[in-house]
């Protein structure tokens, strides 16, 4: 049988697509974005979030983020190891412009690894 090339991404192939959305902070955009468009006409209206609305989008965030801090508790090395190359990812890299909300999100995800290490091979009782 003659050997063909596997025509499926491997794992670093489809962790470089996924993080590459980090570089325009969000994305391509939506399926029906058309290429050359600002970002400021689309979506059309949105409207602005309330209050209410805001505390509860920052509670689930909390809960969101204790949710993760446990799964990573209990990952593997790897899994840590991981969730760290991918924060240094989408750190600034030579010849880009530093952009303020990746590198706190960068530094967001590594201080929840950190945090997830004083969790790990706890007793819950």
Not at 49 to 54: I, V
Not at 63 to 89: K, P, V
Request: a negative charge; hydrophobic letters at 40%.
């Amino acid at each position: 049988m003659p050997d063909r090339k596997s025509n499926t991404p491997n794992a670093y192939e489809l962790r470089l697509k996924a993080l590459s959305r980090w570089d325009n902070e969000g994305g391509a955009g939506p399926a029906n974005w058309r290429e050359g468009e600002t970002a400021a006409r689309w979506p059309p209206s949105i409207p602005d979030l309330g209050d209410a609305e805001l505390i509860q989008l920052r509670v689930r965030v909390i809960a969101l983020e204790n949710l993760m801090i446990m799964l990573l508790a209990e990952g593997s090395e790897r899994q840590l190891q991981l969730a760290r190359e991918m924060a240094a990812y989408i750190s600034p890299r030579p010849g880009f412009t530093p952009h303020p909300l990746t590198t706190q999100a960068a530094a967001h995800m590594v201080d929840l690894v950190e945090r997830s290490v004083h969790y790990r091979g706890v007793d819950p009782t």
